[in-house]
């Protein structure tokens, strides 16, 4: 069991580095990437995969748990909803949601694009928060 729950962590910090990655390439620039949407994703699931280990081979912290997951949560329907805006964006405005300079200034000057940019920064700023608990809030194992 100790070789398949660090398995599943190595895809549990490759789903978080997603994110991160992400955001550094793209949502920096007020735009989301797949990188981001399914990172968001998979923290979830390989989330929940090391709490169902956990929860066979020790008695895991329950509070820590609920807050990652609360938080994940909150990243995940971000990414979502950050996603659906900036495809409807990509309908109705398509010069808005391209990469390189002329896309981001242009994204700068408008609102419709920054109701996706800040849910991009949302989304980074709380995984940087879990990331944070995961290692910080020690008493869990
Ligand atoms: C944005 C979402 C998340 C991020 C950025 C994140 C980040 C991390 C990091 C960096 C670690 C490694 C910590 C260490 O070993 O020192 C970790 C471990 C862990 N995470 Fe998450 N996590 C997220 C979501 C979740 C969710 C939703 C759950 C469960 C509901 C969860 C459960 C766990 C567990 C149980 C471990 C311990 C694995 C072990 O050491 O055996 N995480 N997480």
Sequence with gaps: ???????VVVFHLLSMAAIVGGWLAAGRQGRIVPSMVWGGRLTVVTGLIL?????????????????????????????????????????????????????AAARAA??????????VDAMFWLTVLNVAIAALW???S
């Design 51 to 103: 709490v169902a280990i956990a929860e066979m081979i020790k008695t895991p912290n329950h509070m820590k748990i609920g807050v990652k997951f609360g938080i994940a949560l909150a990243v995940l329907g971000l990414g979502e909803i950050a996603n659906s805006r900036q495809r409807k964006l990509a309908i109705e405005q398509p010069a808005l949601v391209g990469g390189g300079a002329p896309a």
């Design 138 to 140: 020690r008493s869990y």
């Design 1 to 7: 069991m100790g070789v398949i729950n660090e398995i």
């Design 110 to 119: 408008s609102p419709a694009a920054a109701g996706v940019g800040s849910l």
